[in-house]
């Protein structure tokens, strides 16, 4: 009887050990195609954050903006943003470096509407599959007449 028991134990391991590397093998593997992911990831969470910096951005190279109308444009943005990711690229064990530039197109009240955009520097750890630094790149802030 014990003999049957250690079977079945030993078939419930292999049909485990199987089960796990099924599983195991559906993640990315390929370092850049994980640093893409996590980079798609961060955008999808800081949206609020961009377009708070954004609409700072725009504020700042328009005096007549206001306080309000900033806060108006900064939830536009929230709403319309998009993402354009760079190619990954590695700077190092384990780490990938990817420009994600976040874009939209705004109204701005009684100057019209505008395509603004600024690129984001992202440092991803694909082993912890996560971002471990992201700048704001503000030389690359583009405020152009629609």
């Given at each position: 009887?014990?003999?049957?028991?250690?079977?079945?134990?030993i078939t419930?391991?292999?049909?485990?050990?199987?089960?796990?590397?099924?599983?195991?093998?559906?993640?990315?593997?390929?370092?850049?195609?994980?640093?893409?992911?996590?980079?798609?990831?961060?955008?999808a969470n800081?949206?609020?954050?961009?377009?708070?910096?954004?609409?700072?951005?725009?504020?700042?190279?328009?005096?007549?903006?206001?306080?309000?109308?900033?806060?108006?444009?900064?939830?536009?943005?929230?709403?319309?943003?998009?993402?354009?990711?760079?190619?990954?690229?590695?700077?190092?064990?384990?780490?990938?470096?990817?420009?994600?530039?976040?874009?939209?197109?705004?109204?701005?009240?009684?100057?019209?509407?505008?395509?603004?955009?600024?690129?984001?520097?992202?440092?991803?750890?694909?082993?912890?599959?996560?971002?471990?630094?992201?700048?704001?790149?503000?030389?690359?802030?583009?405020?152009?007449?629609?």
């Amino acid at each position: 009887m014990k003999h049957k028991e250690k079977i079945v134990q030993i078939t419930y391991v292999l049909l485990l050990i199987g089960v796990i590397s099924i599983f195991s093998g559906c993640a990315p593997k390929d370092p850049a195609a994980i640093a893409l992911k996590v980079a798609q990831e961060w955008s999808a969470n800081n949206v609020d954050e961009v377009a708070e910096n954004i609409a700072g951005l725009v504020a700042k190279d328009n005096p007549v903006i206001k306080m309000a109308t900033t806060m108006a444009i900064e939830q536009e943005i929230s709403k319309r943003i998009a993402w354009e990711f760079s190619n990954p690229q590695k700077i190092g064990e384990e780490q990938y470096g990817v420009v994600a530039t976040a874009y939209t197109v705004i109204s701005v009240p009684v100057l019209g509407n505008y395509k603004v955009s600024v690129d984001y520097n992202l440092e991803i750890d694909t082993k912890e599959k996560q971002v471990i630094e992201s700048d704001m790149d503000a030389s690359t802030f583009s405020l152009v007449k629609q």
